[in-house]
Every structure is written in C-alpha cells, then in structure tokens.
C-alpha cells in the first residue's frame, strides 16, 4: 500500500484546479413505442394552457439538449405522446418545463445537461452533504467546477481526506451503488493492529449480524503497525470505523488514496478536476 499524500495542506479553497467545463452526451436514442396522446392540459375556463411554467425551458428544447433528437424531431415525438412530465403526457406545442421537473421520452427520464464528472481531494472538516446548513461542504468546494447538478457519490466523513467522485450520470450511480466502488484508504488507528485482527478484517467481520468483507487489508510499508492500507467496496460513511470499534481500536485518520482508477496525481488538497474521457470509459469496465 502507497503512503498517504500530504500535499495542499492548509485552508481548503473553493477554487479549482483551472480546468475548463467538460462533459460528454453520449445518449443514445430511446427505443419508440406508439403511446395513446392525451388532450392538452386545460385551465378551469377550458382554455388551453401554454405557459404552464412561464420561465421554464420549452419542452421541445429541452428534449433536444438531452441528445435525443432535434427540437423539430421533438415537436413530433410530443405531438404523438411519447413525452410525459410529472407523469402527464404532454402533446401540448410550446409547454415549459423546469429542470426539476420529471421529464420522461418513451418512458426513460431524459436529462438536458451533459453528463459531468467531477474528482475532488477533501480536506478535513468539511462535511459530505448537499445541505446548506452544515457550515463548508464540498459542494461549496466544487461550486466553480460545473453548473451541472452534480452529487457525491459514496460518503467521507468530516474530518476523513482524500477523493470524492461527483456526477449527474445516474446509470454510473446506480451501477456503483449497485456493485460497490472500490476505493483505497489510508487509516492510522490508535494503536498497531495486531496481526490476528488483520487476519479477522481479511476474512470477514460479522458485525450487527451482516458480514462486512473487504478487497484487500495490509501494513503501510515503513511505518508504524499502527498505519493500515484497506480496499473496500462498501459506499457507506462509517464502515471503516465500525469495523475497527469491532475489535476496539480507535480510527485516529482516515484517507481515501484511490477510486478505482482514479488517484491523487495532481491534484492538491482541496482542489478538484473534471474528468477526462478514458477515465469516465475506464469504469464502464467495472
């Protein structure tokens, strides 16, 4: 297991590592399957509304900057009812939507921003929440970084460093939630670890009655015993510390080294990057 970077210590910054906004749309188009099209939604006189949302996106747009098709190719998708928002199919020309309405092409939520990717290097006491109550987050930390509406994927806590994946690529977030993300941390416990509680944390802990299994657990090399590299796929915010209260050790720091393929090379702490393409195409090989 490799070190614990100590790079960019001091005050985390809200800006970032100067690279320019990216983002792919590679969205294929939907299958297309006849729906029955409803009449047009109508106000308490009968009349047609067309300003459902007056500052909206028009739903035709909106539809063409998700990457399904063209804004005339939508005008007829929606005139034949294959676009629902907020679970009404829509055929009305002109309709508004907001971004955070529920808008569905053939049954398949559609999104009209590019699918962002975002790696942050935590520093400590900076909380992993969307909340604006929780005093500095990282989500203030990558507030430069994109105007795409991008969520931390798995959780660090307060006082844990190290990386911190951010997307709005929900088939990337089902499929790690799914199947787990493997990431590498650097721990430095109270105390050396005995060399049979190694044994029982690479074998598997059964704790609160599930078993908690990890990729891969070892000594740092050349430093104390009390330093520990661990690989687990668990996205959860206090797995590492349950593990270790199990066997009554204190967790003094915790840094997480790699995501997957993703790693620290270049990037301080506090700062954050968008990714390239290979290392967005590098996870559909999970």
């Not at 709005?168 to 430095?188: A, C, Q, T, Y």
């Not at 609160?208 to 915010?237: A, H, Q």
């Not at 997957?260 to 090989?285: C, N, Q, Y």
Request: positive net charge; aromatic residues 4%; proline residues 4%.
């Amino acid at each position: 297991m490799s070190r614990k970077d100590n790079s960019g210590k001091g005050k985390p910054s809200g800006r970032g590592a100067g690279n320019t906004r990216k983002g792919s749309n590679a969205r294929g188009n939907a299958p297309l399957s006849r729906k029955k099209p409803t009449t047009k939604k109508q106000d308490k006189s009968g009349k047609t509304n067309h300003q459902e949302n007056p500052n909206g996106i028009r739903l035709n747009k909106y539809i063409a900057n998700s990457g399904i098709c063209s804004r005339r190719e939508a005008d007829t998708y929606i005139k034949t009812g294959l676009v629902s928002v907020n679970g009404n199919i829509i055929n009305e020309m002109g309709y508004k939507v907001q971004l955070a309405d529920d808008v569905r092409f053939d049954g398949r939520r559609i999104n009209p921003e590019p699918d962002t990717y975002v790696l942050l290097n935590k520093p400590k006491s900076v909380a992993t929440t969307t909340s604006e109550s929780k005093g500095l987050t990282v989500m203030d930390l990558i507030s430069n970084a994109t105007t795409a509406d991008v969520k931390p994927i798995g959780r660090l806590g307060r006082n844990a460093t190290g990386l911190l994946l951010f997307t709005n690529d929900d088939k990337l977030v089902k499929k790690l939630h799914s199947k787990g993300m493997p990431r590498l941390f650097h721990i430095e416990l109270d105390k050396n670890l005995k060399a049979s509680d190694l044994q029982k944390i690479e074998e598997g802990l059964k704790i609160n009655g599930k078993t908690v299994e990890v990729e891969e657990i070892s000594y740092v090399d050349n430093s104390p015993k009390k330093e520990i590299g661990l690989k687990i796929k668990n996205m959860g915010n206090s797995i590492i510390r349950d593990i270790f209260d199990h066997l009554d050790y204190d967790v003094v720091k915790v840094d997480c080294v790699t995501i997957a393929h993703l790693t620290k090379k270049d990037l301080p702490r506090g700062r954050w990057k968008i990714l390239t393409k290979r290392e967005v195409e590098l996870f559909s090989m999970m």
